[in-house]
């Protein structure tokens, strides 16, 4: 783990907060400090950072190291020192505060994994601006006996750990987001052989699979990802995700079982498959739809046969064939679904791209 401290380097008691955290967080993450806007940038530009913890508030040069810092991938940390407090946003409020807010300062905030709050009148100031709801309490050890240097530490850690353990997906390379593709396809199929002739399965570190199981966690896919590695023989770590800490986004929802949401009396496969389309699509509507319902789909349409030719009729009587088709293009794409298992040909559009970005930010903060 790698953490970047930006910082003014004017106010004392800030230098002495990082230099506590930097000191206390060794060896088990590598802390590199910045008190200026060029020093910050080289620092950025020569290695990549997981975490940019911002220390204070209206400093110009934030915006910019902070545009900085999340293009490269790094997660946003702000500590405010209450300087959010309302007798400090007071002060030069028309010529300097209101001005900076809207800038930069109040984006900045709403753009923070989490923001550190060190006492109980920054937590009231903070819930009344409504910036960021991810307000973390780590008591200040340069200003309090209530909490040793040490402990201060650990607890930052433990928060840059639960800031690295959320919305896995994103931190995840290409390469390893094949891997995890090839992985449900084994899953679903139940043999490796019917992985791509040209598929590669890329070495994953401790890191590469503390984000997959996290990730398979949160979207409540555990056990199909796990069936996956034992049919292909991989070998992953003892990774305890039920015991890992994470955010998630504001308003989500735990996706819910197509089964769940349709019951399983129906007459016959069209019509159980016709429910399913249709509660596809408004989960497609409403933003909710998930990996999960894609793998369930996937095994649905493996395990039952239909009535393909008019299923695709009834699909278009009732208006759910468009829909239907971009889905199985997102189906096929994350989770292996081939054609010879479609009962529609699928269609791949702007639309269709849409809903794999869905899919893909499902659990995005």
């Given amino acids: 783990m790698r953490i970047l401290h930006y910082y003014n380097p004017n106010d004392p008691m800030v230098s002495q907060h990082v230099k506590m955290l930097t000191e206390g967080m060794a ?10 806007p060029e020093q910050a940038k080289t620092l950025l530009q020569g290695g990549q950072y997981n975490i940019l913890h911002l220390h204070g508030c209206w400093r110009n040069s934030s915006r910019t190291i902070v545009s900085l810092a999340l293009r ?8 405010p020192h209450g300087q959010l407090e309302p007798w400090v946003k007071e ?4 010529r300097e505060k209101l001005p900076k807010t809207l800038l930069y300062q109040r984006d900045i905030l709403r753009k923070a994994y989490a923001v550190v709050i060190q006492g109980r009148m920054e937590q009231e100031c903070m819930n009344q601006l409504e910036w960021n709801p991810r307000t973390v309490v ?6 309090t006996s209530s909490i040793t240097p040490k402990e201060m530490a650990r607890q930052t850690f433990l928060l840059y750990r639960k800031i690295l353990d959320s919305n896995t997906l994103e931190l995840m390379s290409a390469e390893k987001r094949e891997t995890l593709r090839n992985i449900l396809i084994a899953a679903t199929t139940g043999d490796k052989r019917w992985l791509p002739a040209d598929a590669t399965l ?5 890191d590469d699979w503390r984000h997959l199981l996290c990730y398979a966690r949160q979207e409540d896919i555990m056990s199909t990802v796990q069936r996956g590695i034992r ?3 991989l070998q992953a770590p003892d990774i305890e995700t039920e015991h ?13 079982s197509i089964q769940e949401a349709i019951g399983n009396q129906f007459p016959s496969e069209n ?10 699509r408004k989960w497609e509507t409403d933003k909710a739809l998930s990996i999960k319902h894609l793998i369930e789909l996937n095994l649905e349409l493996r395990q039952h046969a239909c009535e393909e030719e008019m299923l695709g009729e009834e699909l278009e009587e009732r208006r759910l064939w468009k829909s239907a088709s971009r889905i199985l293009q997102v189906a096929d794409e994350l989770t292996g679904l081939t054609e010879g298992f479609m009962p529609i040909a699928p269609t791949q559009d702007r639309t269709s791209r849409s809903i794999r970005q869905q899919i893909d930010n499902h659990l995005k903060i």
């Fill in 27 to 36: 060896p088990e993450a590598e802390s590199h400090q910045a008190t200026e």
């Fill in 72 to 79: 490269q991938g790094a997660r946003l940390v702000v500590t």
């Fill in 91 to 94: 002060e030069n409020y028309w």
């Fill in 138 to 143: 780590i008591r200040n050890a340069v200003v």
């Fill in 202 to 206: 890329s070495p994953l570190d401790n």
């Fill in 231 to 233: 049919i292909l023989g």
């Fill in 244 to 256: 890992i800490d994470y955010f998630l986004p504001e308003r989500f929802v735990q996706a819910q």
């Fill in 271 to 280: 019509e159980r498959l016709l429910a399913t389309f249709k509660q596809l």
